[in-house]
């Protein structure tokens, strides 16, 4: 890469909470192994590459899977082991740029342009952080390397496990172009087969296309989705202490249109996004929701709190409410995508006297909600307004 290009990296673990516990665990090494709940009612957390082969994926029923792989072995996630090894992998990425934006536990974007003056190029910055990654957990990373977020995001995936793929900007087009348009981040397997069924296949025919072809598919969005395709992407990496919000979105294989269970699923969405704001000490005084309908028009609405929060009650009850709101003019929506998330930051609230004793109540549930996913993972336990009615 030139100079004066930017240096972006795609760091992704593979299969992270798999390979946590084929490396904990010697026994299980070789084996077909899912993460997840070890009954017929869970789903995959997380599938070995031993288990992938026969199609078993992750978000996928465990019955489904043990379909599919019935000698499948099965094992509870341990949700604090794997924050205990994310540390230890978060702690390499600094030790090379200040600059690390985390997605989840196992996957950051890192840019190394300011520090190829000290640590070397952007691909010797990548193969020492696949090998220091490898000394201290044992486990193995994916690295993409790119001119920006995208197509780092991209190329991380193009030769797992253990792969390291580089794509200059001279070789964009090349390498994006014969890559089939399910490829594509944020499109989603449903409308990557919508848009594959109107004979668009590849992301190099999504460039091409004109909006005669994409209007039809993606609305007024039809230009962005053309730009994503040609992998242009001028994103900034965000520093986690640079955070300005903190939210989760869910994009669901069928559009929704039961409204009882969009509610579920924007209940525990914002059940994730309190516990995530607990866990990095924040509150909240902004919490919004994002519902994409079915052809991808896209609507946010927002609230400001008086008193900043991270109780779990709170941020659920103002999310549904914005999510009524939303109803009230979009009666019938197919939605495809819910997401919640908060802003306007402060470490400490100021006291509601008045509010202390239900508050007290709702922090102690939340703490003993905490401890219990800490310990047994994040299925363990959810709270009744976050199922939805074929699951009750």
Known sequence: MSIGERAILHVDMDAFYASVEQHDRPELRGLPLIVGGTSGRGVVAAASYEVRRFGVRSAMPIRRALELCPQAVCVRPRMARYAEVSAQVFEVFHGYTPLVQGLSLDEAYLDVTGSRLLKGDAVAIARDIK??????????????????????????????????????????????????????????????????????????????????????????????????????????????????????????????????????????????????????????????????????????????????????????EQSLALLETWLTGARRARVRLLGVSTSGFAVEAQPDLFADAERAQNGRLDAALDAIRGRYGSAAVSRASGLRRDRR
């Open 131 to 316: 090998r220091r990654i490898l000394e201290v957990t044992g486990l193995t990373a994916s690295v993409g390397v790119a001119p920006n977020k995208l197509v780092a995001k991209i190329a991380s995936d193009l030769q797992k496990p253990d792969g390291l793929t580089v794509v200059i900007v001279d070789r964009i087009h090349a390498v994006l172009d014969p890559l089939p348009v399910r490829r594509l981040p944020g499109l989603g397997r449903k409308k990557g087969e919508e848009v594959a069924a109107a004979g668009i296949t590849t992301l190099g025919a999504l460039r091409c296309a004109d909006e005669r072809a994409l209007r039809p598919l993606f609305g007024g969005h039809w230009a962005d989705w053309r730009e994503r395709a040609a992998g242009i992407d001028d994103r900034e990496v965000i520093p986690e202490h640079d955070e300005k919000s903190v939210g989760n979105e869910r994009t669901f294989d069928a559009d929704l249109t039961d409204p009882a269970d969009m509610r579920a699923e924007l209940s525990a969405l914002a059940d994730k996004v309190a516990a995530r704001l607990r866990a990095k000490d924040l509150q909240a005084s902004c919490i919004a929701i994002k519902v994409r309908r079915h052809d991808f028009r896209t609507f946010t609405r927002q609230v400001t709190l008086a008193t900043p929060t991270s109780e779990t009650r709170v941020i659920v």
